[in-house]
């Protein structure tokens, strides 16, 4: 069956089971010439897992019940999510974002970004006297106890040098490194750094990565570590996260099928770019990423019959909705959507507002 448009009404919840639902045809094209009759048809498939993950929903949530109990203006250290289009969302509600606490006025209440921060923010925001509400993401939170487990507070007979796997300067990998003393860790970019690294004590190593990587450059790496240190110690679960690895598998399912995939999310977002490489690796003979309908470039899509669509973890599904609404009024869409795994996890808000 062919048919247009997507439902108008669209809520963005912690459970990513997205259903599309068809309707008649837009009786107002946009700027394309065709009419309804003789509109070019294009296959659309919709990648499922896609868009917020628990993580994101939650430190949004945080912004909005801060803004709520106790009025705007509320400072946020970092954009709380890597996506202008939730930031500026939170802005028009009364959130201004900073990038550090020296821009916060005293007395002010901040929250902090769910990618996380090092331990001397807190300090710092207790320090001013600043209320301040912590929106990292819990699993987030995981990796730095996994860090300070590792650490053992320094003790010679206890601790191991950490070997983070992740990408230098992003803010999780920034907050993470920061829940230790300097020194006690040492990033590990790629394949590359792991077959070069030389810890002074190789005997007594443990590794821990980032949330967002990708699972098979992720999975290269650890093997590499492991041949090279046999004692090194590993995680007690899996570091990327639940959303990260669904949302890649969702892109494999797809990716062979399709001539184009479009990736929606922001160019800062790990999540985000890594879902784009792992489409290109999957088979598809180009992947893009867009942060938003108004970036698109609708070139790209000439030629293409089969066009993939995910959003990375911070790319709410209104762009998603957006983006189709926009091609129905271009093609005739038959749209698929193709679900790997349905997601009902949710995540209590921190005290005082959960």
Same mark, same amino acid.
């Given at each position: ?7 108008p ?24 010439s ?9 296959k659309?498939?919709l990648?499922?897992? *896609? ?6 929903d939650?430190?949004? *949530? ?12 509320v ?5 709380i999510?890597h996506? *202008? ?6 802005? %028009? ?25 090092? %331990? ?17 993401? @819990? ?16 003790? @010679? ?25 300097p ?24 590794f821990i ?24 110690e ?7 996260c ?23 999310g ?51 599904e ?22 790997? %795994? ?13």
């Amino acid at each position: 069956m062919w048919f247009s448009v997507l439902s108008p009404h669209f809520e963005q919840k912690a459970v990513m089971s997205q259903t599309v639902l068809p309707q008649t045809k837009s009786k107002n094209p946009s700027s394309s010439s065709k009419t309804a009759g003789t509109l070019p048809r294009l296959k659309v498939l919709l990648a499922g897992p *896609r868009g917020f993950c628990a993580g994101v929903d939650r430190a949004i *949530r945080v912004v909005e019940e801060a803004i709520r109990r106790y009025g705007a203006p509320v400072y946020v250290r970092h954009e709380i999510v890597h996506n *202008r289009t939730v930031v500026e969302m939170l802005e %028009k509600k009364g959130a201004i974002f900073v990038e550090e606490l020296d821009e916060v006025p005293e007395d002010a209440h901040v929250v902090f970004s769910a990618h996380g921060v090092p %331990k001397s923010v807190p300090v710092e925001a207790q320090r001013r006297n600043l209320l301040y509400l912590d929106a990292t993401c @819990p699993l987030v939170s995981k990796v730095h106890r996994e860090a300070e487990r590792h650490y053992a507070n320094g003790d @010679p007979e206890e601790s191991r040098h950490i070997l983070m796997i992740g990408h230098a300067g992003h803010p999780e990998v920034v907050g993470t490194m920061g829940q230790l003393p300097p020194g006690a860790v040492t990033l590990i970019n790629d394949a590359e750094e792991a077959r070069t690294v030389q810890p002074e004590n190789q005997d007594r190593l443990a590794f821990i990565t980032q949330t967002t990587l990708s699972v098979d450059d992720t999975a290269e790496i650890v093997k590499i570590l492991r041949e090279r240190f046999p004692n090194i110690e590993g995680p007690r679960r899996e570091d990327i996260c639940y959303a990260t690895t669904n949302r890649q598998e969702a892109v494999k399912q797809i990716a062979s099928s399709c001539d184009l995939m479009i990736v929606i999310g922001s160019p800062n977002s790990s999540n985000s770019q890594r879902l784009r490489e792992v489409a290109e690796r999957s088979g598809a003979p180009r992947a893009i990423l867009l942060p938003r309908l108004d970036d698109l470039d609708w070139s790209v899509l000439e030629g293409v019959e089969a066009l993939g669509i995910t959003a990375g973890a911070s790319a709410p599904e209104s762009l998603v909705q957006e983006m189709v609404q926009a091609l129905s009024h271009r093609y005739e869409l038959q749209i698929e959507e193709r679900s790997v %795994k349905e997601e009902h996890v949710t995540f209590r808000l921190p005290f005082p507002l959960g």
